[in-house]
Every structure is written in structure tokens, then in C-alpha cells.
């Protein structure tokens, strides 16, 4: 994908194959820094099992440069708000492919795993505007 189809695209996230293609690197490069130290990659990411997925408008802000640091907590918050409803709409997802499967997928576990990834993700988003605070103040 080209910066542009990515600006163009109705996708809220994107792959690290997608975001490599951009930034010229190695995808599994995303993938193994996403889960083992997310701040240093520079952009937000989200973290599900061994799903990696990248906020497109995010994404976009940090390939801007100064842009991202403009974030106000209201942009994060709304931002955080984006990741969590699609996080939740592929998580449904991927609990129909499951039924479709045979398998049960109880209540209890899917709350588990809502809980789980809003965790990782609430601490990924304050991790990521304490970062932005810090660049900004220096």
C-alpha cells in the first residue's frame, strides 16, 4: 500500500506489512518490537494475542512528524475510543468464526479477553502521551 491508498483507505488499522511497506522495513521488525517494546517503535500500536495492529490515523500523524506531539488529550482519548470499538468489532469477529467452528465461546471469556486488551492497550495510549508530553517539554 502507498502512503496515499493508506490516506484514501476506510481501514482503522492497518498490518505491519501495510506500515513496513511505508517506513521501509522489515514487517516481523513491527511485530517483534510491538510486543516486546511498543514505545520505541514511535507510533501507537495495539496488541491482541499474537495480532499486532497499527491505528491508521495514528500512523498517518506520526509519518507527519510534529504532528502526532499536537495530540491534544481529547484527540487521545477520541483515538483510544476508535482502537477500543475496533478492537471490539474484530474481537466479535473472531468469536463468529469460532461458532461457525463449533466452538463455545461463553460470556465470561469474552469479557476476559475485552478486559485483557484494553489493559494493553490503555497502558500502550498513556505510555505513548507521556512520550509525546516529555518530547513536547523538551
Same mark, same amino acid.
Given at each position: 500500500?502507498?502512503?496515499?491508498?493508506?490516506?484514501?483507505? &476506510?481501514?482503522? %488499522?492497518?498490518? $505491519?506489512?501495510?506500515? &513496513?511497506?511505508?517506513?521501509?522495513?522489515? $514487517? /516481523?521488525?513491527?511485530?517483534?518490537?510491538?510486543?516486546?517494546?511498543?514505545?520505541?517503535?514511535? %507510533? $501507537?500500536?495495539?496488541? !491482541?494475542?499474537?495480532?499486532?495492529?497499527? $491505528?491508521?490515523?495514528? %500512523?498517518?500523524?506520526?509519518?507527519?512528524?510534529?504532528?502526532?506531539?499536537? !495530540?491534544?488529550?481529547?484527540? *487521545?482519548?477520541?483515538? %483510544?475510543?476508535? !482502537?477500543?470499538?475496533?478492537?471490539?468489532?474484530?474481537?466479535?469477529?473472531?468469536?463468529?468464526?469460532?461458532?461457525?467452528?463449533?466452538? *463455545?465461546?461463553?460470556?465470561?471469556?469474552?469479557?476476559?479477553?475485552?478486559?485483557?486488551?484494553?489493559?494493553?492497550?490503555?497502558?500502550?495510549?498513556?505510555? /505513548? *502521551?507521556?512520550? !509525546?508530553?516529555?518530547?513536547?517539554?523538551?
Amino acid at each position: 500500500m502507498t502512503r496515499a491508498e493508506i490516506e484514501l483507505s &476506510a481501514l482503522e %488499522f492497518l498490518t $505491519p506489512e501495510q506500515a &513496513a511497506g511505508i517506513i521501509g522495513c522489515n $514487517p /516481523y521488525a513491527i511485530n517483534v518490537q510491538a510486543k516486546e517494546d511498543p514505545a520505541k517503535l514511535g %507510533f $501507537p500500536v495495539c496488541v !491482541m494475542g499474537t495480532r499486532v495492529r497499527i $491505528p491508521r490515523r495514528a %500512523f498517518l500523524r506520526w509519518l507527519d512528524g510534529d504532528a502526532a506531539r499536537a !495530540m491534544t488529550d481529547e484527540q *487521545v482519548r477520541a483515538e %483510544f475510543d476508535r !482502537m477500543r470499538e475496533a478492537l471490539m468489532r474484530e474481537l466479535d469477529a473472531r468469536i463468529s468464526d469460532h461458532r461457525g467452528e463449533g466452538k *463455545v465461546v461463553t460470556t465470561r471469556e469474552k469479557l476476559e479477553a475485552i478486559k485483557a486488551a484494553e489493559g494493553r492497550n490503555a497502558q500502550r495510549v498513556r505510555e /505513548y *502521551v507521556e512520550d !509525546m508530553k516529555r518530547e513536547g517539554a523538551e
